[in-house]
C-alpha cells in the first residue's frame, strides 16, 4: 500500500521530531540565514586570500567555488520552500501598494 501526500507538510508530520508546520518554518528561515552568513564569511576569506597571496595562489579560487555552491543551495532551498509552501513571501510589496494608494 503506497501513502499519498496531499502537500510537503503531510510528508513532514510523518518524521520523528517535527512538531508543527511553525517549527519546520523557522527552521528553514535558520538555515537560510545560516548559508547566507556562510556565503558572507566564504567572501571574506576570498578577499583575505588574494591579498596574501597576491594573486598567485588558488585559495580565492576555492572561497569563491564554495560561495557559488553555498549560493547553489541556498537558491533551491528557497524555490523548493515557495514550492511546497514551507516558505511564504512576507507581503511587505503588496502592503506598501495598498498604502500608497490610499
Not at 13 to 23: A, F, L, W
Not at 40 to 68: C, E, N, P, Q
Amino acid at each position: 500500500m503506497t501513502r499519498q501526500f496531499t502537500d510537503a507538510f503531510t510528508l513532514f508530520d510523518t518524521i520523528p521530531g517535527v512538531r508543527s508546520k511553525k517549527n519546520l518554518s523557522m527552521l528553514a528561515k535558520s538555515v537560510i540565514l545560516i548559508l547566507l552568513l556562510a556565503m558572507v564569511i566564504s567572501l571574506g576569506v576570498a578577499m583575505f586570500s588574494m591579498m596574501r597571496d597576491k594573486g598567485r595562489g588558488t585559495g580565492t579560487v576555492k572561497a569563491l567555488t564554495y560561495r557559488v555552491a553555498i549560493w547553489a543551495f541556498l537558491l533551491l532551498l528557497i524555490v523548493g520552500g515557495l514550492y511546497t509552501g514551507l516558505l511564504k513571501p512576507g507581503g511587505s510589496l503588496q502592503q506598501a501598494a495598498i498604502n500608497t494608494q490610499q
